[in-house]
């Protein structure tokens, strides 16, 4: 028995686009091969129930990947981190919260607290930077 890929994204917890993007691409998410898929009714793909059921296990047990180390300078708010990189808050505010690139230029990860998105200050210099070389290109 099959299931669909976006009943297997939810098992999972991730976006159905990223689990598209690694099945089409080289059958990997996160370091770990994906189950038996096969693709049926045009672009819909299935993955084997009882093999996706089992991935989905390891996939909870593994151990989270330690993110960025924070530097311990306080972090920076959506507002502060739009006009350093003069953009729009609501075009940065959409770009984060839908996981998009801002001209190609991937956003650094973003903190929430208290309903507020926040940033690390060396992420966005970083992101600031590619941002503006990307602007002095065009």
Avoid: C
């Amino acid at each position: 028995m099959y299931i669909r890929l976006d009943v297997f994204a939810g098992l999972l917890n991730v976006r159905p686009g990223k689990l598209l993007h690694a099945a089409r691409t080289n059958g990997v998410l996160d370091g770990m091969t994906l189950p038996a898929r096969r693709q049926v009714r045009g672009a819909a793909l299935m993955f084997d129930q009882a093999e996706a059921t089992a991935f989905a296990e390891k996939w909870h047990a593994r151990e989270p990947e330690a993110g960025p180390a924070a530097s311990g300078a306080p972090l920076m708010t959506l507002n502060a981190v739009a006009r350093e990189a003069d953009i729009p808050p609501l075009v940065l505010w959409q770009a984060a919260n839908r996981g998009k690139r801002l001209r190609g230029v991937a956003l650094p990860v973003a903190a929430r607290e208290g309903g507020q998105l926040l940033f690390e200050p060396a992420a966005v210099a970083k992101f600031v930077t590619e941002y503006r070389l990307l602007q002095h290109k065009k």
